[in-house]
């Protein structure tokens, strides 16, 4: 039998899936500026197209497909990628100030697996498209969420920030071909950074191009419905749906893993 603690590696999303993080809200606020007018920017569009995606590929979708680059009569590449890179900038800036200002939460359940799966010395991995996934890992004290929720970790010191928890950082890479060039990047940078031979993956995703991304890569995934429909998540590919991860134990996870590869 495979050993589970020794050869499998986790491979965290964050939007959504670690954090509650306050992107959705930074690309409405920005889209509904009067430059873009756009007033129909609902939580399932946000899903569909722009979650889990690279910024400029996810403004670009809200830009094209709400008809604001014909509306403002851009036709050249060249008058696009101007006014893309505007709106991405006005949507960063509006994120950074959100998140300095800790306008985002934390999902404890995600936590707690993530404190349980270290402490048998699974090798885990922080794997976004955003770029400031990061900043919002630094910024939340682990040792804080520990204490409220009844745990006692000797690994955890205080002042340790959540990213303490993860063993590489593959959040925000320039990487050509998205997210499943992220999720493939976190498996080798896990394969690199690990004293044991990690030949298999579990992905933590919420939106299902992160789903279908870890499936495109022969990866065992697990979605959490944050938003959209379990339907969604299970038509990606997900191996396992779930609301939050408060919902399945460790225990329970080693053994859905260990069942479905026999």
Known sequence: MLNFERKVGFIWDIDGVVVDSPHEQAWRVTAKKPEWGITDFSSKFYLTYVAGRPRYEGGNNILEKKGVYSRLGLKTDEEKREALRRFCAQKNKLLRKLILKRKFDVFTGSIALILEAKSKGVRQAAASASKNAKHMLILTNLAQIVKSLGMKYEFVKDGDSLY???????????????????????????????????????????????????????????????????????????????????????????????????
């Open 164 to 262: 303490s928890l993860f063993d590489v950082d593959a959040c925000g890479l320039d990487l050509r071909g998205g997210k499943s060039k992220i999720i493939q990047t976190a498996s080798h940078m896990l394969r690199e950074n690990s004293n044991y031979e990690i030949k298999q993956c579990i992905v933590f995703e919420d939106s299902p191009v992160g789903i279908r991304a870890a499936k495109a890569a022969g990866m065992f995934s697990v979605g959490i419905l944050r938003i959209g429909t379990a339907k969604e998540l299970w038509e990606a590919g997900a191996d396992i749906v779930v609301k939050d991860l408060n919902e399945i134990s460790y225990r329970k996870l080693k053994r859905k893993f260990l069942e479905r590869i026999k």
